[in-house]
């Protein structure tokens, strides 16, 4: 019943993020109708820019796909080590490959006294999980098996690539809604040349309408973002007890993270909602919708409560 279930809201998790892709597409192309609209007045060389808006998308998706983890990997400064270098991480990603019945992810070192970890990739085949040294340091063997089984949950529910995509998209989002606004000066001139010739109030309303979507877009886009990030971190919670079967490793390592004031100086905007703790601590004040994690003491109270 309990393997049902979780095989359930996994289908459920890659379902949504499939559909929330689409809508960011549709999103693109809308806005790149608008953008064509203002410049040209025709919904002709509107439909001309909103293909090459869903171009532009596309390309970027792809660099995303290919190239995401690297770049990511080389932002946080992680460095690829062997297991010489730490046999017992090692020893502990691997039994939770096996476990989990995925390929050894490529693992990395973040030279960082804030204690943090992430995994990326696009596949389970292309994945990697990075870990800083001052988590490290400060977990015992089932502290950072319970970490590592978490990050390893999020490569075999294929959250990676789902929040690589996503970064990207609502980065392209976010600099269409710009551009759109910066067009209404350029395009000023063809619009009061069109409502001299009739049908201003139209023009007009149609205006209001696409510089409202302009603006609130983004903001959209971002508190969906974020509540299914959500989500795919309480999932990826318990199905960590499920390979570990044991639900008190990743509470006493999600404690340590919580109450060590350091913050992780590699981490930014773009990347926080990756690391298995939200690592820009000066900025987090309280709970709110745009937090990418729950909070803390929710995710331990879940752990706590689940029966193995």
Known sequence: MVIETYNTLIAHNKRNSWLLI?????????????IGWIWGGDWGF?????????????LLTLLSYYGGASMVLAISRAKPIEKADDPQLFNVVEELSIAAGLPMPKVYLIDEPAPNAFATGRDPAHSAVAITTGLREKLNRDELQGVMAHEMSHIRNHDILFAMLMAVMVGVLVMLADVFLRSLWFGAGSRRRRDSEGGGYLQLILLIIAIVLAILAPFLARIIQLAMSR???YLADASAVELTRNPYGLAN????????????????????????VHPLKKTKKRSSLFDTHPPIEDRIERLLSLTV
Do not use: C, M, W
């Not at 390592?253 to 298995?276: F, G, M, S, W």
């Open 253 to 276: 390592a999600l404690r340590k993270i919580a109450n060590d004031p350091t913050e992780l100086k590699v981490a930014n905007r773009a990347t926080a909602h990756l690391y298995i």
């Open 46 to 58: 509107s439909i001309v820019v909103a293909s090459g808006a869903a171009i532009v998308a596309f």
């Open 231 to 233: 989500q795919r971190e």
């Open 22 to 34: 689409g809508l960011f597409v549709l999103i693109f192309i809308g806005i790149g109708l608008l």
